[in-house]
C-alpha cells in the first residue's frame, strides 16, 4: 500500500548516539557526530538527537546538552534535541536551566527528549542518584510536572512556592518536550500527560504498534499538544547493494550481542564482527549464573530493529511501516564502523525518501 494522499511526506529525523569505531578515539566520535550533524542538516533530515549513556567504550554521549549545544552552533536549520535526558539522576529545575539556556541561544531549534531508564549499569545508576540515602524511590511523574512547570510557570499553583521562581534566561516559547520510552508505562503516562511520544522501536522492538496504537488511541490534549503526535527510533544501514549493507550490519549485530553480555566495547569492523559472530562461543558454566545476557539472536518484533537493504529497500519498508502505524515522521539510527558509511547511508536514504529541501 502507498502513502495515503491525505497523510504529510514522512519526515526523517536522526538519532546519534557518537557510537566509538573499534581503533579509533571518544574524542573522533564527537567530532564523527559534529559533522554528522552538518552532514544532516544539508540533507533536509527534520531533528537531530542525542542519547545520554554513561560509562561505555562504545558510546562517547554522556553529556547530550554538550553535544546539543556544539551542533546547534554548527548547523543551520535542524532542530537539536536529546533523546534523551534521563530525569531520574537530575534535579528538574538544573535542566530546565540548561535547556532555557539552549532555548535562548536557538530559539525554536530545541527538543527536550525526557526519559526515565537509567543509561548505564547499576553501579553507574547509583553513582548518579541525587540521594544515596535509603532505597531510590520513582518519583518520575512528579519530576516530569515539575520540569514542565518551570518551563512554564504559570502552570505552578498559585500558592506552591516553585511559582516565585525565575528560570532564566527567560526567552519567549520553551523548549518542546517529548516523552521517550520503550514500553508500555511510557505509552500511557505521555497520553495521560498530553505530550509529543518517541518510542525506542531499535531498542525493544515487542511492544511498538501496542504501544504507539494505545497513545494515540488514549490520547489526552494538554497545553502542549492538541493532538497526538507519535514517532519511533528505528536501526537502518543503507549501502548502493544489498550485499554491502548486510555485511556493514555485522558490526551492529555484534554489538547487540554484546550489549545483552554486559560488554561495551567499541563498534567492531565488519570482518571482525563476522569472524566473532560465527565463531563458536564457548559453553556457559553451568556452576555460574548466565544472567547477564545471551548470545541467541535477539527477539524481533512485527518489524526488525535494523532495516538492512539498498536506500530503496529501506525506503519502502519505513513508508510501510508509517503507514501501518499511522506516523509522519520516523527517526533512524545508524552505525557502522566506517564513519564514511554512516555518511553515506543518510545520504542514500534522504535520496530514496525525497526529503531534501
Known amino acids: 500500500m502507498g502513502m ?3 497523510r504529510n511526506p514522512l519526515r526523517l529525523s536522526v538519532l546519534d548516539q557518537s557510537p566509538v569505531p573499534a581503533g579509533s578515539t571518544p574524542s573522533q566520535a ?3 557526530s559534529l559533522d554528522l550533524a552538518q552532514h544532516v542538516d544539508r540533507l533536509g533530515y527534520t531533528r537531530l538527537w542525542y542519547s545520554e549513556h554513561h560509562a561505555m567504550d562504545l558510546l562517547a554521549c554522556t553529556a ?4 546539543i549545544a556544539r551542533a546547534a552552533g554548527a548547523t543551520e536549520r535542524i532542530r537539536v534535541g536529546s533523546g534523551g535526558i534521563m530525569l ?3 534535579s528538574p ?3 530546565a536551566e540548561v535547556f532555557r539556556t539552549l532555548h535562548a541561544m536557538f530559539p525554536g531549534r530545541i527538543d527536550l527528549g525526557i526519559g526515565r531508564a537509567p543509561g548505564g549499569g547499576q553501579l553507574e545508576a547509583y553513582a548518579l542518584r541525587r540521594n544515596r540515602q535509603g532505597a531510590q524511590t520513582d518519583d518520575f511523574p512528579k519530576q516530569l510536572a515539575e520540569l514542565r512547570a518551570f518551563l512554564h510557570p504559570e502552570r505552578f499553583p498559585d500558592d506552591h512556592p516553585f511559582r516565585a521562581i525565575r528560570v532564566a534566561p527567560t526567552a519567549p516559547g520553551a523548549p518542546d518536550i517529548w516523552l521517550l520510552g520503550s514500553s508500555m508505562w511510557s505509552a500511557v503516562t505521555a497520553a495521560q500527560e498530553g505530550l509529543p511520544y518517541a518510542f525506542a522501536h531499535f531498542f525493544s522492538p ?5 504501544a504507539i496504537e494505545y497513545y494515540q488511541r488514549n490520547f489526552q490534549p494538554s497545553p502542549d499538544r492538541a493532538k497526538p503526535e507519535a514517532t519511533l527510533a528505528i536501526g537502518v544501514i543503507c549501502a548502493p547493494t544489498e550485499e554491502e549493507a548486510k555485511l556493514l550490519s555485522a558490526s551492529v549485530r555484534l554489538l ?4 545483552r553480555m554486559d560488554d561495551r566495547r567499541p563498534v567492531a569492523t565488519p570482518e571482525d564482527a563476522l569472524r566473532e559472530l560465527t565463531a563458536v562461543p564457548t559453553a556457559p558454566n553451568p556452576l555460574l549464573s548466565f544472567t547477564a545476557g545471551s548470545l541467541d539472536a535477539p527477539e524481533e518484533g512485527e518489524w526488525p530493529r535494523y532495516l538492512v537493504g539498498t536506500p530503496e529497500q529501506v525506503a519502502a519498508q519505513l513508508h510501510s511501516l508509517a503507514e501501518e502505524l499511522q506516523l509522519d515522521e520516523v527517526i533512524v539510527n545508524t552505525i557502522t564502523h566506517s564513519h564514511e558509511a554512516r555518511l553515506r547511508s543518510y545520504a542514500l536514504l534522504a535520496e530514496a525518501m525525497e526529503i531534501s529541501r
Open 88 to 90: 531520574p539522576h537530575y
Open 256 to 259: 547487540q550481542r554484546r550489549i
Open 64 to 67: 547530550p546538552e554538550i553535544l
Open 206 to 210: 515487542i511492544a511498538t504498534r501496542q
Open 4 to 6: 495515503s494522499s491525505k
Open 30 to 32: 564527537l567530532a564523527n
Open 93 to 95: 529545575l538544573k535542566v
